[in-house]
């Protein structure tokens, strides 16, 4: 959007005694990149020198409506009456003790335009107390985590928020509820309307600390209502009575005091998996968010009550069973934990041993791959904790693709994280394994992964996890040549074939597209398979239509580049690109033009390779460690 077509904002700023701080807040509005406002400024019956501090700003700018309230009425009552006044279609809150970033405005009314379905928008805030800077708020940014998450966490910087008008239209603030009336807001639109809640990673305010914030001076209200005013919601979206010790283990299911760590009690454990489940059953059914963000909402939910069942394995594995259970059915791929718990460890452990040495003096003689072909493929593969899946990884890689790609010059990158001393000892192990092999300890995943991309001279890029088994022979110059003949197919699936139909983590059948055995011109598969087929995303559901894939997904370096230039511009740097789940779940929100462009994808005509994870139980069932004596 362009200055010179303006849409106008309101910016109502509450004051009461702040002669002391209300002109810097003032002279960052007027320093605004975005000058078409109207400046509401209430004087909330202020008795030191705030009155003459407005009269003064008033006489400077036009813009500048002024109200006083005759006596203290309080925030809540304010602020309705400065929407009341309000005249434009965008409504932007400010308190009089912070400091607007110069392009808030600007980056906020562009970010509603261009997202419609947007009514709620806040931004990140950095705190500050005097000259020290503390520390940077940065809350979800999707609508649907934001939805979520707002339950059981006020996820949104109060001072930070632009409206839509017509949001007001259906909900007010609510004066009897003072020091929380933003939280009630937030829930009231969540629970009543159709209107969705966002973030932008963007800093907007900064934020000022000091001993008169409601935080400070209200603290025990707050963290009263801070329970209180969720379970009024959730006992209405439930249908059903919820004890306060509930909620609170949702948000805090580890309470620490003053003398120790008390975990919930397992009864509380359990009522609040009973709770995550029946709140996303009802997002699931309100009908607001799409197939996509429904699954995002599953996801968070599961994260949620995997960290209680975690919980409760720890501290109550007599009874936490049925809650055990509960949980692998919500998370498919972990059921296979179940296998592994039932398997006799000590009989099997000699065996194990045993193959460990062997493979280990295998691998120790593993050449780098070399090759004198132009053509180039940077495999760059995720890792957290798990060498031992990892060094299965490498080792079958190897065994089934590297040494079949001689046409193709392969370059292996681990971005590994490491969160003890042994699980890094793992780590170096590995390094002495497989010495062709580029290891890199996740420090900044984002920085890293693009200096990764920028320094290579690959023409393509392979993702990889660490929970990848490879089991069937593949040349990569036959996914390359398919990307260098199709220009229309954005990416290459080495983990599809053409027999998949069901989606393990949607629990559901799949839409499985129609195939072609070629592009140019479109020829359907009739009856024999060749080396790949394709389809158009958009025919298909679930993995079918699942562009940004990160598991064993081969794309053009370029189309890569292109991507994590969106995800930081929409995202940011560190939601968007700071840890690899980030990486595939945002880039599947994006709207990309080059998805587009390119509405096919392709695959293999045979399976290729088996997926086997823990992901979600890392802290219940601890990870298989390098050690001596597992290599004696």
């Known amino acids: 959007m362009s200055i010179c077509d303006p849409k106008f904002v309101s910016i109502i700023v509450p004051v009461f005694n702040n002669a002391e701080f209300l002109p810097i807040c003032l002279s960052s509005i007027f320093n605004q990149t975005y000058p078409h406002f109207e400046l509401i400024l209430i004087d909330d019956g202020s008795v030191d020198n705030t009155p003459l501090v407005i009269a003064q700003y008033a006489k400077l700018d036009p813009r500048i409506i002024t109200i006083r309230n005759e006596r203290n009425k309080g925030l809540v009552f304010t602020l309705n009456r400065g929407i009341e006044i309000a005249r434009y279609e965008f409504i932007c809150r400010m308190d009089s003790d912070d400091i607007m970033l110069p392009n808030r405005l600007e980056a906020q009314i562009n970010f509603m335009l261009d997202h419609p379905g947007i009514h709620v928008l806040g931004g990140a805030a950095e705190l500050f107390e005097g000259d020290k800077t503390l520390r940077v708020v940065r809350h979800p940014q999707a609508p649907e985590i934001v939805h979520f998450s707002m339950f059981f966490n006020c996820c949104i910087v109060h001072p930070t928020v632009m ?136 996801e968070e939910c599961n994260k949620r009550i995997g960290q209680l069942v975690t919980i409760a394995m720890k501290r109550y594995p007599q009874f936490a069973t049925s809650l055990w259970t509960r949980w692998l059915r919500l998370n498919p791929k972990a059921q296979l934990l179940q296998l592994l718990m039932n398997l006799n460890v000590q009989e099997s452990e000699g065996s194990e041993k045993k193959a460990i040495a062997q493979e280990e003096s295998k691998d120790k003689n593993t050449p780098p791959i070399k090759s004198t072909s132009k053509r180039g493929v940077c495999v760059i593969a995720f890792s957290k904790d798990r060498a031992f899946q990892l060094k299965e990884y490498l080792r079958t890689f190897y065994e089934f693709i590297a040494t079949r790609s001689v046409d193709t010059r392969i370059h292996i990158n681990v971005i590994y994280k490491a969160s003890s001393p042994r699980f890094e000892q793992s780590y170096q192990k590995l390094k002495n394994t497989f010495p062709g092999v580029n290891f890199i300890e996740e420090l900044s995943m984002s920085h890293q992964l693009q200096q990764m991309l920028k320094s290579t001279d690959c023409e393509y890029v392979l993702f990889g996890v660490d929970d990848v088994l490879w089991f069937q022979d593949f040349d990569l110059k036959t996914a390359v040549q398919e990307l260098e003949n199709n220009p229309q197919v954005f990416c290459y699936h080495l983990k599809l074939h053409p027999f998949v139909n069901f989606c393990h983590p949607a629990n559901s059948a799949t839409t499985v597209p129609p195939f072609y055995s070629s592009l140019n011109p479109l020829t359907k598969v009739e009856s024999e398979l060749p080396k790949s087929v394709f389809w158009e995303r958009s025919k298909g559901n679930y993995d079918w239509n699942y562009v940004w894939e990160l598991c064993a997904t081969l794309y053009r370096k370029h189309d890569v580049n292109i991507i994590i230039d969106e995800l930081k511009e929409r995202f940011g740097e560190f939601e968007g690109l700071g840890h690899p789940n980030r990486l595939e779940v945002s880039g599947n929100r994006v709207g990309a033009d080059i998805y587009k462009q390119k509405p096919f994808s392709g695959c293999p005509s045979i399976p290729l390779l088996c997926v086997i994870t823990v992901n979600r139980v890392q802290s219940v069932c601890v990870n298989r460690i390098y050690d001596e004596e597992a290599i004696d």
């Open 163 to 298: 409206f839509r008008r017509e949001v007001f239209n259906h909900v007010k603030y609510e004066e009897s509820l003072s020091h929380v009336e933003d939280l009630h807001l937030w829930l009231r639109i969540i629970s009543e309307t159709k209107f969705k809640i966002a973030n932008m990673h963007a800093v907007v305010i900064k934020l000022r600390k000091h001993s008169q914030n409601v935080s400070h001076t209200n603290r025990d209200t707050q963290k009263e209502n801070a329970i209180s005013i969720p379970k009024k919601h959730l006992e209405e979206i439930t249908g059903t009575s919820i004890d306060a010790g509930v909620i609170q283990c949702a948000m805090f299911p580890i309470t620490t005091t003053s003398n120790n760590v008390e975990p919930a009690t397992y009864f509380l454990l359990e009522k609040a998996v009973d709770l995550f489940e029946q709140l996303n059953s009802w997002f699931h059914k309100k009908g607001l968010f799409t197939v996509t963000e429904k699954d995002n909402i599953k």
